[in-house]
């Protein structure tokens, strides 16, 4: 089993609606969570980090971590063209040289 | 500022041979990391250092794989040998400190082994 689990997808919305992207993980070390947007052929770009449990938000993007069920979500409002990409979560624990483990990826498609 | 930059963008390599990878980090960013990503799974830590110093090469999957940052700047990803099995996309991320919250990653080098 993954350190970290997270639904490849792909998923479909229609634009404006609200995505819900999340992933599951097992270690209860991780202290440090983020969620990356991946274009094809890109590298990972950062758009939200979350220390230890808690919500935060940044324009259009919500992340949420609960660590008592070791959950971290990321939800996008008003979704574009522009946001179909690849999702990343990845987490870290302080103790581990901030070696980043990632999810698998979930592939995000908004549709005109 | 300039990103992190990576060189080359493609590699096609047949098997057996040796091949480089060169990671240019943000000018000053003290940490840097390589990443392994095969298509359709996310990246796999490869290693990790502070300045010059390799301080965890724990994901380096084989004795082929070899990392240096000499003057704690630039850093190259050799290996050796190359295997099928190693065609991937070959990530490098750098960190301004030794924290996890801000690694900023190259566009990758894409690397086919025939």
């Known amino acids: 089993q993954k350190e970290v689990e997270q639904d490849p997808g792909p998923l479909s919305v229609p634009e404006g609606a609200i995505v819900s992207l999340n992933c599951t993980y097992s270690n209860s070390a991780f202290q440090y969570f983020m969620w990356y947007r991946q274009y094809s052929r890109k590298g990972p770009e950062l758009l939200m980090y979350?220390?230890?449990?808690g919500n935060k938000e940044d324009g259009r993007f919500t992340a949420q971590v609960d660590k008592s069920s070791k959950y971290i979500s990321l939800f996008i409002r008003d979704s574009q063209p522009s946001d179909s990409a690849t999702y990343l979560c990845a987490m870290s624990a302080r103790d581990s040289s901030y070696k980043l483990i990632f999810g698998s990826g979930t592939r995000l498609l908004v549709r005109p | 500022g300039a990103g992190v930059s990576q060189s080359p963008r493609y590699k096609v390599a047949k098997r057996g041979q040796d091949v480089a990878l060169r990671c240019d980090p943000i000018?000053?960013?003290?940490?840097l990391f390589w990443y392994q990503q095969a298509l359709g799974q996310g990246p796999e830590f490869l290693t990790y250092?502070?300045?010059?110093?390799?301080?965890?090469k724990s994901g380096l999957p084989s004795d082929r794989f070899f990392a240096e940052r000499p003057e704690g700047s630039v850093s190259t990803l050799k290996i050796q040998r190359t295997q099928q099995e190693d065609s991937a996309v070959y990530l490098c991320?750098?960190?301004?400190?030794?924290?996890?919250?801000?690694?900023?990653f190259g566009p990758g080098t894409r690397l086919l082994v025939l």
């Open positions: 250092f502070q300045n010059e110093a390799q301080l965890d």
């Open positions: 991320a750098s960190s301004e400190r030794t924290g996890a919250e801000t690694q900023y």
């Open positions: 000018s000053g960013h003290v940490s």
């Open positions: 979350t220390y230890s449990s």
